[in-house]
Each structure stands twice: as structure tokens, then as C-alpha cells.
């Protein structure tokens, strides 16, 4: 069991366990202490591996880019990324075509 017994909802520093949950008397949220809460952005590539600023990434199709006479082509390994929010959730450089983004369904972890 973790040490932390606050509240991951409220912060509520009151929060008791009910075997094998916690229970926060002020906000009624109940939660499994063993679990690990994830909190920020999730990005997962193609195969569901979870992606983090600074992974490596291989892209697993090739890509069209606008105003460029030649794809992205498969296999295409993009390093140091960078995770935003939106719907191109990957911003990286690419050698030969400079500052792009990506949607992560397009590339998996290398």
C-alpha cells in the first residue's frame, strides 16, 4: 500500500481505508490506494505502449505532407518528440522537412 492517504480528488487529507479502498469523507470518493493514478496527458502510439516527452518514435506509414512532392516514408525514425494536446498530439523535427506534427496513430515507440 502507498504512504499517501490524501484524497487524489479533493486533496481531502481525512481519507481512511475500507478494506481494500480509501474513502474521502468530504468528497465521497472512493479509490484503490495500490492503483496508479495517472494525471496530465496520456498519448499512446499505434500498439498502445504509452508515449512520453523525449521517447523516440518510428513512423509506421508513409505520410503525405502538404506542399512537399514526397511523403514521410515508412519507417521514418523522428527523435526527441514532444506530447501537445489536440489532434496532431506529437511536435518533433524531422530531417528534410523541419517542424511538424503528428497524430501518435501513425507512429510506434522505438
Not at 504512504?3 to 474513502?23: G, R
Not at 525514425?77 to 506530447?83: F, M, S
Request: a negative charge; charged letters at 25%; glycine letters at 8%.
Amino acid at each position: 500500500m502507498t504512504d499517501n492517504t490524501n484524497c487524489p480528488k479533493c486533496k481531502s487529507q481525512y481519507a481512511y481505508f475500507v478494506d481494500p479502498l480509501m474513502i474521502c469523507p468530504e468528497c465521497a470518493y472512493e479509490w484503490n490506494p495500490d492503483e496508479i493514478i495517472e494525471e496530465g496527458l496520456i498519448v499512446k502510439d499505434a500498439n498502445g505502449n504509452r508515449l512520453a516527452d523525449g521517447d523516440s518514435v518510428v513512423v509506421i506509414k508513409n505520410l503525405p505532407v502538404k506542399g512537399s512532392p514526397h511523403p514521410i516514408k515508412s519507417g521514418t525514425k523522428v527523435k526527441n518528440i514532444r506530447l501537445v494536446e489536440g489532434d496532431h498530439n506529437i511536435d518533433c523535427r524531422i530531417d528534410g522537412f523541419g517542424s511538424m506534427s503528428l497524430k501518435s496513430e501513425f507512429v510506434k515507440k522505438a
